[in-house]
């Protein structure tokens, strides 16, 4: 018997530009390199006469946004950039249902505070409305990250056609890890506080020592830390939801007023939440020792060396200051914006500000750390 022919099947959308192949079948999308090996030699030629263009004008967005910054209100600025962030993160369990163009969004908080700490503010108070440069920050930064991940493809690409003995392996390898560092989330946000409890739990007499806080306050810090950072938006609104509710219920002005005086100062903090950033404030969550805080915060304009390299200047590729301290001290508070700042990078600041405080600590951390140095 001969064999039955392979039934052709039609994809649902089809597209080529001679280099490039996308089918879709159903939910399944297939990408196919059609290159020759000289159209893909032209190709990686052709992305490599690309970088000194790409280089300037991400160099143009880089100094627009810091320009646009040192100008702006700090506290002001970083609550609108939280609040933009909001809905793109409702009804999403897990990273992977962001959208590609969303995920740009997600890095705009902790770059911008990034370069809050490292540039001088000249912001002068004079009543006037800086919503419409929010908005022109928020979008040249999202602009600017798209723009990174286009670079670091044609960074590449020049590497591999400008040096000869380059092993390609070890080209791939940096060019996949440089995009690789801009996924957030190191574990699944149930394991948080039990990562933190084995983490931190070994340095307690530290804390005491130099802080005078145990290990289990800074972990329940953390907590309130992490339910305002994920739900306390949304715990507010529906508090104030059920107040509204609750002051339908009135029939007559002077049970409604009452009711409006004995819930205001409630009122008052729930509305704060929603809109003004209590909820960031660190003290005021966590109740932590000022000086545990002061060393996990950077000062607007107090560390310059974000924008201190020689090449590629302020750019998103190197490591950002949040990594170093993961809060942000305006005026006479301490702010943290961002969840993944958070907990990305709290275990490593706490390690740094512990072993600075003299040999006793930088050799006793490694000695009782559980199997993290």
């Known amino acids: ?17 001679g280099m ?15 290159m020759t090996p000289e159209m893909h030699k032209k190709y990686m030629q ?35 950039l939280v609040s933009m962030k909001f809905p793109l993160m409702l009804n999403k369990v897990s990273e992977s249902q962001f959208a590609a163009n969303e995920t740009f969004s997600l890095h705009v908080v902790e770059y ?25 920050i928020l979008s040249e930064t999202e602009y600017l990250y798209k723009k990174i991940i286009n670079f670091i493809n044609i960074w590449g690409a020049r590497m591999l056609t400008i040096t000869e003995d380059m092993d390609k392996q070890i080209l791939d390898y940096i060019v996949q890890s440089q995009l690789f560092y801009f996924v957030r989330g190191t574990r699944y946000q149930a394991f948080q506080m039990h990562f933190y409890q084995q983490m931190l739990t070994p340095f307690d007499p530290f804390f005491k020592e130099i802080y005078s806080i145990e290990a289990n306050e800074i972990i329940e810090g953390l907590s309130k830390l992490e339910k305002s950072l994920s739900i306390g938006k949304l715990d507010s609104i529906k508090k104030l939801g059920n107040l509204m509710d609750e002051f339908q219920k009135y029939e007559f002005v002077e049970d409604s007023n ?22 960031y404030n660190v003290k005021m969550v966590t109740e932590w020792p000022d000086d545990f805080i002061n060393d996990l915060s950077l000062k607007v304009g107090e560390n310059k060396e974000f924008f201190s390299y020689k090449e590629y200047n302020g750019w998103p590729i190197w490591n950002l200051l949040t990594e170093r ?23 490593r600041a706490v390690q740094r500000i512990i ?19």
């Open 355 to 373: 072993r600075s405080k003299g040999k006793k600590y930088e050799d006793g951390w490694g000695e009782n750390s559980a199997g993290y140095k």
């Open 112 to 136: 911008i505070q990034s370069v809050l700490v490292s540039t001088e503010n000249k912001y002068i108070k004079n009543g006037e409305d800086q919503r419409l440069l929010y908005f022109e």
């Open 1 to 17: 018997m001969g064999k039955k022919k392979g039934k052709h099947i039609v994809p649902d959308d089809y597209y080529t530009n």
């Open 258 to 279: 009452r009711y409006t005086e004995d819930k205001r100062k409630e009122n008052s903090k729930i509305i704060k939440e929603i809109i003004g950033t209590s909820l």
């Open 325 to 347: 301290k993961p809060f942000i001290a305006i005026g006479e508070n301490s702010f943290c914006f961002d969840y993944y700042i958070l907990f990305d990078y709290f275990y």
């Open 20 to 34: 490039f192949e996308i089918a879709r079948f159903g939910n399944n999308i297939i990408f196919n390199n059609t």
């Open 46 to 80: 052709f992305l490599s006469d690309e970088y000194s263009k790409i280089e300037e004008e991400i160099n143009s967005i880089v100094n627009s946004i810091r320009f646009k910054v040192s100008n702006c209100e700090p506290e002001l600025l970083m609550n609108f």
